[in-house]
Nanobody, 131 residues
Framework: QVQLVESGGGLVQAGGSLRLSCAAS????????MGWFRQAPGKEREFVAA???????????DSRDSVKGRFTISRDNAKNTVYLQMNSLEPEDTAVYYC?????????????????????WGQGTQVTVSS
């Protein structure tokens, strides 16, 4: 079993920054994939970014309103923690942000971006960006 605990959310003005943390405990997998998703009110949960524990390769959401270039995912293996650095925040980034863990390595964007392939989820942390 893996436990995920997110922190770092809060209220920030547009253009500001936040860094989210996701601390993993319990069984850890060196070949696991970690992801960040978000869910805004009235919308479906959407993929934000993912990273492999081993090697640190990253994938970002591939959409018209992509976070790539503004958000950076990273990990600290020694601390079993994954981070999401969010810069140039926009009101549209307002959502509950969830950390997720997949016990196996993903292959291809279609895997990383699917919420249903992740085995464990955190409780979420609220990010609110005011205009």
């Amino acid at each position: 079993q893996v436990q995920l605990v997110e922190s770092g959310g809060g209220l920030v003005q547009a253009g500001g920054s936040l860094r989210l943390s996701c601390a993993a405990s319990g069984r850890t997998f060196t070949s696991a994939t970690m992801g960040w998703f978000r869910q805004a009110p009235g919308k479906e949960r959407e993929f934000v970014a993912a990273i492999r524990w081993s090697g640190g390769s990253t994938v970002y959401a591939d959409s018209r309103d992509s976070v790539k270039g503004r958000f950076t995912i990273s990990r600290d293996n020694a601390k079993n923690t994954v981070y999401l650095q969010m810069n140039s925040l926009e009101p549209e980034d307002t959502a509950v942000y969830y950390c997720a863990a997949r016990t196996n390595v993903c292959s291809g964007y279609g895997c990383y971006a699917r919420a249903d392939v992740y085995d464990y989820w955190g409780q979420g942390t609220q990010v609110t960006v005011s205009s």
